[in-house]
């Protein structure tokens, strides 16, 4: 089940598919303006719901290695290749995550990774 759903994010992510569904604007950005004046609308959707909580986890993850791990756990259990693992766990070091709260794949127990 648990992969099922991140290979949905991980799908989604991509831009393969299109979340759908009263949460699926938290899973992709607001389309990009249509054309100069192009007004945002005026209507909340569950992706502006969900960056201040993203924000505070990766606050949280800066100065706690538990939290780091487990945010990487999280984001990397759809990867099927090191190099998406690798990939992930670099995103987080550049949104300033100390490399050393971010464990390799033998570490976090992706022994199943290639």
Known sequence: MWDA????FQLTADGLITARGRLGSALQPPPPYVYDGDEPSPFRNAWQDFMPAWEETLASART????????????????HTLEGF?????????????????????????????
């Not at 759903?5 to 949905?8: E, H, R």
């Not at 706690?64 to 990867?79: F, I, V």
């Not at 070091?93 to 990774?113: K, Q």
Request: hydrophobic share 40%; with cysteine.
């Open 64 to 79: 706690d290695p538990a939290t780091a791990r487990q945010l990487l756990g999280l984001l990397t259990r759809g990867c």
């Open 86 to 114: 690798e990939k992930e766990r670099a995103s987080l070091y550049e949104e300033g995550i100390p490399a050393e709260s971010l464990p390799g794949a033998r570490e976090l127990g992706r022994l199943d990774l290639m």
């Open 5 to 8: 759903a991140a290979a949905a």
